[in-house]
């Protein structure tokens, strides 16, 4: 069974900083393209950023550009989002999402999530 371990978060000021980590269980990881998303109240769900398995190309929504790194371990089956500059509109709980091939379709994971709060 796949799972999906989030941590990390918490609350900050505005200007702080916050590391998220995801830990997975299995051996699929490293096949895995894992993203990381937030869904602030009475909102939908936001993609925030993406990483392919190996690492070697990212993704970011517009809003987090330049303040936000994903990054991964596969060593140790961790993806990790680097929260630099927060703003008091960062706040949600935050998902860590693995999105895998198979052979016949995709199959899609999710964490439990973590609060991340913003005081201005």
């Known amino acids: 069974q796949v799972q999906l371990v989030e941590s990390g978060g918490g609350l900050v000021q505005a200007g702080g900083s916050l590391r998220l980590s995801c830990v997975a269980s299995?051996?699929?990881?490293?096949?895995?393209?894992m993203g990381w998303y937030r869904q602030a109240p009475g909102k939908q769900r936001e993609l925030v950023a993406t990483?392919?398995?190996?690492?070697?190309?990212?993704n970011y929504a517009d809003s987090v550009k330049g303040r936000f790194t994903i990054s991964r371990d596969n060593a140790k089956n961790t993806v990790y989002l680097q929260m630099n500059s927060l703003k008091p509109e960062d706040t949600a709980v935050y998902y860590c999402?693995?999105?895998?091939?198979?052979?016949?379709?995709?199959?899609?994971?999710w964490g439990q999530g973590t609060q991340v709060t913003v005081s201005s």
């Open positions: 999402n693995a999105k895998i091939a198979g052979l016949m379709r995709e199959y899609e994971y």
């Open positions: 299995g051996s699929f990881f490293s096949r895995s393209f």
């Open positions: 990483v392919t398995s190996g690492g070697g190309s990212t």
